[in-house]
């Protein structure tokens, strides 16, 4: 699920040149003079823009977004614009199995140019960007949407054998044919315990609950269009859209939710994070 905040994001990042199939981070920019990202983009071919110390998330992908998730993490990561490896929960694809494509009328209208490709790729390049839907066809192409369009169908899985051009285990569609997969259902996933500040806070919005539960703080944030909910000091709940750049992993979240003994709620200036994803 992403929220307004999220959909403006990637709507801004629309607007600046992001090179796909280039590793920025084997280029040497040990020299380059960084700023911080002001609007979510980053690396070198976006003004040379770090992730690091912005609230849009710490790890600058190869599509040039910062983000927290494996799609920004993982694979192309471009380590000299922010945080590699450190990753948030990864987006969850699931197969549909086999559709038909039409060149000149795409079952999924954009395609990106991905290097190496694979189901991992292709998916992760698709999730960096927002899409709900993904597509592999003939090895090496990569297909992205929001709906399945212009009377795409499932089809025979036999039309579906093309090795995929960056892992040979495994099958990225055929001709005509897009290997299909869609975003699971959004659940809320732990990201683990983070620092918070007072009059700085990680997550900007916070709520009266009673009897706090991790799960009553979520519903919460949850019916509040919020993409993260944090718990703090047994009884603390707070929503944001972005965790803010004060926000560092910690490790001493031990306190007792007030409404539930059994499940933690941070700490004294600790939060337990959440995403809905």
């Known amino acids: 699920m992403f929220s307004l905040s999220h959909a403006f994001l990637f709507a801004s990042a629309a607007l600046v040149l992001a090179n796909p199939t280039v590793d920025i981070s084997a280029r040497d920019f040990s020299l380059v003079k960084r700023t911080n990202s002001p609007n979510g983009v980053c690396g070198?071919?976006?003004?040379?823009?770090?992730?690091?110390?912005?609230?849009?998330?710490?790890?600058?992908?190869?599509?040039g977004y910062c983000g927290n998730t494996n799609a920004h993490c993982g694979f192309g990561c471009q380590s000299n614009f922010g945080t590699c490896g450190v990753t948030g929960p990864s987006v969850k694809w699931v197969s549909q199995g086999c559709y038909t494509d039409n060149p000149s009328k795409r079952t999924l209208r954009t395609a990106l140019n991905v290097a190496q490709n694979s189901v991992e790729v292709?998916?992760?390049?698709?999730?960096?960007q927002g899409f709900l839907y993904a597509g592999m066809e003939n090895g090496n192409g990569c297909y992205c949407d929001n709906a399945i369009s212009n009377g795409g169908v499932a089809t025979l899985a036999t039309s579906c054998?093309?090795?995929?051009?960056?892992?040979?285990?495994e099958t990225c569609g055929g001709p005509s044919s897009l290997s299909l997969y869609t975003r699971a259902?959004?659940?809320?996933q732990?990201?683990?315990?983070?620092?918070?500040?007072?009059?700085?806070?990680?997550?900007?919005?916070?709520?009266n609950v009673a009897a706090l539960t991790q799960e009553r703080c979520q519903a919460t944030c949850q019916a509040g269009g919020f993409?993260?909910?944090?718990v703090e000091n047994g009884n603390g709940c707070f929503c944001g859209s972005a965790i803010a750049a004060t926000g560092a992993v910690a490790g001493d979240c031990a306190l007792p939710c007030a409404g539930n003994n059994a499940e933690i709620c941070g700490g004294v200036n600790r939060l337990?994070?959440?995403i809905f994803e």
Do not use: E, H, V
């Not at 259902?185 to 809320?188: L, R, S």
């Not at 732990?190 to 709520?207: E, H, K, V, W």
């Not at 993409?227 to 944090?230: F, P």
């Open 44 to 63: 070198g071919y976006n003004n040379t823009a770090t992730c690091t110390g912005t609230a849009f998330g710490k790890c600058c992908s190869m599509f």
């Open 122 to 128: 292709c998916t992760a390049a698709c999730a960096a």
């Open 161 to 169: 054998t093309s090795k995929c051009a960056g892992n040979n285990a």
């Open 185 to 188: 259902p959004a659940t809320w």
């Open 190 to 207: 732990g990201m683990g315990c983070y620092t918070d500040i007072p009059n700085q806070r990680t997550l900007n919005t916070s709520f």
């Open 227 to 230: 993409k993260y909910a944090g």
């Open 272 to 274: 337990n994070i959440f």
